[in-house]
T-cell receptor, first 112, second 114 residues
Framework: GENVEQHPSTLSVQEGDSAVIKCTYS??????FPWYKQELGKRPQLIID?????GEKKDQRIAVTLNKTAKHFSLHITETQPEDSAVYFC???????????FGDGTTLTVKP | DTGVSQNPRHKITKRGQNVTFRCDPI?????LYWYRQTLGQGPEFLTY????????KSRLLSDRFSAERPKGSFSTLEIQRTEQGDSAMYLC????????????FGPGTRLTVL
């Protein structure tokens, strides 16, 4: 089955700096890679996703890159703000198969 | 609110008791997923439905766990003879078949087994 590894487990940055979180996956059949933000006690919220036919996607301060050959994808947050502080999860799935496999999360702290 | 809803939000039970959780997906979504999340971990897949059919069940799901989606709309997850190790957040998500594949999560049910 699919295995997703996520690094780092914790990340602390100064407000305004950039943050990068990396994930690797094992199943070459995975074709959909979402990123979720989860604040304490709340549900995971989708923030950006990418499909295997695209190498990069950007939405304002957030971008995701995908390297299918190396089986890794990354989340980039620029101009970080204190409200970006949360746990971020990457996931990999095959949209035909259904289920998603999640990484163990990265706790991002943005210091004002 | 037209998002995924779950009830109850919190459940405290004694070891050995049975508990049942409910999930109402987004109305036009035909796929429904159950995940379990423990502190410091990502959501862990339990099972999923397409309409009323249960298409996959994790090997981690013991015989004490059962899920149903009888009419292809809401789903229930039952845990029989609860154990302390069952304490976790139980998350439900829904999506449309194929296409985007984006899963939208409910707020979860936090289970505490004493």
């Amino acid at each position: 089955g699919e295995n997703v590894e996520q690094h780092p487990s914790t990340l602390s940055v100064q407000e305004g700096d950039s943050a990068v979180i990396k994930c690797t996956y094992s199943d070459s059949a995975s074709n959909y890679f979402p990123w979720y933000k989860q604040e304490l006690g709340k549900r995971p919220q989708l923030i950006i996703d990418i499909r295997s036919n695209v190498g990069e996607k950007k939405d304002q301060r957030i971008a995701v890159t995908l390297n299918k050959t190396a089986k890794h994808f990354s989340l980039h947050i620029t101009e970080t703000q204190p409200e970006d502080s949360a746990v971020y999860f990457c996931a990999a799935s095959n949209t035909n198969a259904g289920k998603s496999t999640f990484g163990d999360g990265t706790t991002l702290t943005v210091k004002p | 609110d037209t998002g995924v809803s779950q009830n109850p939000r919190h459940k405290i039970t004694k070891r050995g008791q049975n508990v049942t959780f409910r999930c109402d997906p987004i109305s036009e979504h035909n796929r429904l997923y159950w995940y379990r999340q423990t502190l410091g971990q990502g959501p862990e897949f339990l099972t999923y439905f397409q309409n009323e059919a249960q298409l996959e069940k994790s090997r981690l799901l013991s015989d004490r766990f059962s899920a149903e989606r009888p009419k292809g709309s809401f789903s229930t997850l039952e845990i029989q003879r609860t154990e302390q190790g069952d304490s976790a957040m139980y998350l439900c998500a829904s999506s449309i078949t194929g296409g985007e594949g984006t899963q939208y999560f409910g707020p979860g049910t936090r289970l505490t087994v004493l």
